[in-house]
């Protein structure tokens, strides 16, 4: 039986007659950066395309001119506890995205249509293939920030990249451009 299609703020879902869902990041204005709600949202997108049989294929790409430009990064609260707990929930759900990438069975395709930042560059080798404009840039300031690496990047990006480039993104902050990872294989 086929499920409906979610109707969700953050993410929009598109679905062809030929079984491939579009999953686009939906806060152009805010360049697709990933709060509690997008987060819920992609999570609720990628467990609706898992479940609906119809889905052989699933897309993930961007509204405007950011793929993803990573975690929101919310004003200094006044309270530190609410600080504690907004980190607290959003790095559940980084958890439960990241698990539900891991254990997805359909082909899952990465359409980068424009820059990534931190999580939008860590999520694309949980994907099958991943396809990106020319103009794209990747870049994890998770050092700069003194963030700890996400998505599993710490593994994934030296069996993808190699040791020296997964330590020049996630380590020195190096900015990588489409064609720079196009020649070593990491995006068509």
Request: glycine letters at 6%.
């Given at each position: 039986?086929?499920?409906?299609?979610?109707?969700?703020?953050?993410?929009?879902?598109?679905?062809?007659?030929?079984?491939?869902?579009?999953?686009?990041?939906?806060?152009?204005?805010?360049?697709?950066?990933?709060?509690?709600?997008?987060?819920?949202?992609?999570?609720?997108?990628?467990?609706?395309?898992?479940?609906?049989?119809?889905?052989?294929?699933?897309?993930?790409?961007?509204?405007?001119?950011?793929?993803?430009?990573?975690?929101?990064?919310?004003?200094?609260?006044?309270d530190?506890?609410?600080?504690?707990?907004?980190?607290?929930?959003?790095?559940?759900?980084?958890?439960?995205?990241?698990?539900l990438?891991?254990d997805?069975?359909?082909?899952?395709?990465?359409?980068?249509?424009?820059?990534?930042?931190?999580?939008?560059?860590?999520?694309?080798?949980?994907?099958?293939?991943?396809?990106?404009?020319?103009?794209?840039?990747?870049?994890?300031?998770?050092?700069?920030?003194?963030?700890?690496?996400?998505?599993?990047?710490?593994?994934?990006?030296?069996?993808?990249?190699?040791?020296?480039?997964?330590?020049?993104?996630?380590?020195?902050?190096?900015?990588?451009?489409?064609?720079?990872?196009?020649?070593?294989?990491?995006?068509?």
């Amino acid at each position: 039986m086929r499920k409906p299609v979610p109707i969700l703020k953050t993410f929009e879902i598109e679905v062809n007659p030929d079984g491939i869902a579009i999953l686009t990041l939906n806060r152009p204005k805010r360049a697709n950066a990933l709060n509690y709600e997008l987060l819920q949202d992609w999570i609720s997108s990628i467990k609706w395309a898992n479940e609906e049989e119809q889905v052989k294929i699933v897309i993930v790409t961007g509204k405007g001119n950011f793929f993803c430009s990573g975690l929101e990064l919310p004003n200094v609260p006044s309270d530190m506890e609410e600080l504690k707990r907004t980190a607290e929930a959003n790095n559940n759900l980084f958890k439960k995205l990241v698990d539900l990438l891991i254990d997805f069975p359909k082909l899952l395709i990465a359409a980068v249509n424009g820059k990534a930042f931190g999580f939008g560059v860590t999520f694309l080798p949980h994907c099958d293939v991943v396809y990106s404009i020319p103009e794209a840039t990747f870049q994890t300031p998770f050092m700069q920030w003194a963030f700890c690496a996400e998505g599993c990047s710490s593994y994934l990006f030296p069996k993808y990249l190699g040791q020296s480039i997964a330590s020049e993104l996630l380590l020195m902050n190096k900015t990588y451009t489409a064609p720079e990872l196009v020649k070593i294989g990491f995006i068509r």
